[in-house]
């Protein structure tokens, strides 16, 4: 179901079809968020704890984090082995999960890491493509006249695919890592032309820029093509920056740490949920979406996989959304 | 001379002398703000270029930092060695230094050191304690009455004895460093008991209280005595916390970094020349001190030692300060 927006969405919200957007095709619920990615399942270790392939992957994390501010439709591929469960629990969650191709005789998708206990150091311990290696995103019919597009972490020439399948999106962001930045640059070089933002971390925008100072590292990707670029610091926050927008936020104070994985993209499914819910990218709804971001990822890390953040409400969000701007208000 | 107070200023400015305030001594004109501590000539080498013997010191940065805002009384020691140029440097900042005791058959305190490329470590080359061994501080009169008290990095007993001098103190903030967790503990202890704040970096955090999580740390030095604590992450930013408390922000985004030294000395001065300045220290002139210790530690690192914020006004201060809160506000 499609969640009420409330007074946390600063400006816009309740113009959700405001004279910007195109009128809803009649006969058919368009979706307003779209995210195109992978669904996995994941094997992680912490200094305290392990679970043994939980669910996990770029784009299922997003869709879960955005799912209380919008119904995001989900683009994936999965193999036979996919529970059952795994995909009610989506459906419950409020996602569509009719772009999620099964391909029954493959293997989904799966990937092993672990963590050192400083947080920030991760090994990866496999990577097990299987249905991935050929994915080519198929979107729904209903999906194609979507207005907010994702495109979580995948080749750049995947991403590119998905995107095309979106008649005109108003507001695209991509992410990004280092693989592609090293393997696949002219593909992401082309993508970045197509896109209104890249979500990446401090040590991504380093390797695509070659800047180490974070500021002139965000300056150059905007002259890749963005017009605005999401920097995450992980523990240390993040910053937004485009033509005449600077916003910059601490993370949100958690002090039990369980499981950083998938955080930057339930950071991207807050971000681009609270958007589409507020139906508009103006400075004032991007600002605030970095807090909403930041509240989903905050969740995210205090469990292993979807643990956390699965349960929680739009009053949780809103909750801990108002406790942010409390920290974060002069 | 005084600087006037404007409206970057919140809430109380122009309350100086407010009611809550000891009416000022007949015949003298009282310090509002006086700092503790060390003054040196230090030799630091970065990656690009390097300093010998330049003016440094954590009473000194902090006073320089603090002049915009009041007239900060100076109390610190220094050998026959320093510089009559120094000394009528800083007199013309603006800064009392009535309580700089001259050692003529002494030298003054000589720190040397080097930092990385990625600024984070640093490399103590040596330390001259000289004059600074035997250093006991005496506060000229005129300074005993003084409602602000900054106890810059120096062994904690003379911490102590520099508090003692001050009749009745309204707000005191201590800072540390690692050498006196390990060697002063009791001492330190004593100090916690009998001040309003602790500032200290996020290492001295953790090394202060055992929690690697800086939330946790910050509440437990609460539990030492402290009121409310500043923690300051260097490039990620800082936050206050106390009871009913809890403020972050990130780093002023510089993108040209000269050289570190004395970048939290200048924030401490930013912070309590803007509490001074405000005659209060409310929650939110607290919030806004964040602010302004953020500006001032900008401006520090942009030059070696106060090379670069001992030329800005309070105009440059301001103007620095609008920025920030533009990057920081929702």
């Known amino acids: 179901m499609f969640q009420s927006v409330d007074s946390c969405l600063p400006s816009l919200a309740g113009e959700l079809f405001d004279s910007h957007l195109r ?28 679970r043994e392939d939980a669910l996990g992957g770029s784009a299922m ?24 469960s795994d995909m009610e629990m989506l459906k419950e969650r409020g996602v569509d999960v009719s772009g999620v ?41 209903e999906y194609r006249s979507s207005d907010f597009v994702f495109l979580a972490n995948a080749h750049p020439a995947v991403q590119m695919q998905g995107l095309a399948q979106v008649e005109a999106p108003r507001f695209t962001v991509a992410d990004t890592m280092n693989l592609w930045i090293e393997i696949a640059r002219p593909d992401l070089d082309a993508l970045l032309t197509k896109v209104d933002g890249l979500i990446l971390n401090d040590e991504e925008a380093r390797m695509l820029t070659g ?30 920056m485009g033509e005449g927008l600077h916003f910059s936020l601490p993370a949100y104070p958690v002090t039990d740490v369980i499981d950083p994985t ?31 971001g930041t509240v989903a990822a905050s969740y995210c890390v205090q469990g292993f996989s979807v643990e956390d953040i699965g349960k929680r409400s739009r009053d949780d969000y809103d909750e801990r959304f108002r406790e942010l701007v409390s920290i974060v208000t002069l």
């Open 23 to 50: 009128p809803a095709a009649a006969g058919s619920i368009p979706m307003s968020l779209v995210v195109i990615g992978t669904l996995a399942y994941d094997s992680v270790e912490t200094v305290h704890d392990r």
């Open 61 to 84: 994390y997003f869709a879960v984090a955005a799912a209380p501010y919008v119904r995001p439709g989900l683009v994936g591929v999965v193999g036979g082995d996919w529970n059952s």
């Open 101 to 141: 191709e099964v391909i029954e005789e493959g293997e989904t998708f799966r990937w092993g890491g672990r963590y050192e206990p400083d947080w920030n150091t991760r090994h990866t311990t496999y990577t097990d493509l299987n249905v991935l290696e050929h994915f080519e995103p198929k979107l729904p019919d």
């Open 211 to 240: 800047e180490n100072n974070l500021i002139r590292a965000a300056r150059k990707v905007l002259e890749l093509g963005p017009k605005v670029v999401i920097l995450k610091k992980g523990e240390h926050g993040a910053f937004i």
């Open 262 to 292: 998938g955080a930057g993209d339930c950071f991207a499914g807050g971000f681009m949920g609270s958007i589409a819910a507020a139906g508009d990218a103006s400075p004032a709804v991007l600002r605030a979406a970095m807090l909403h």
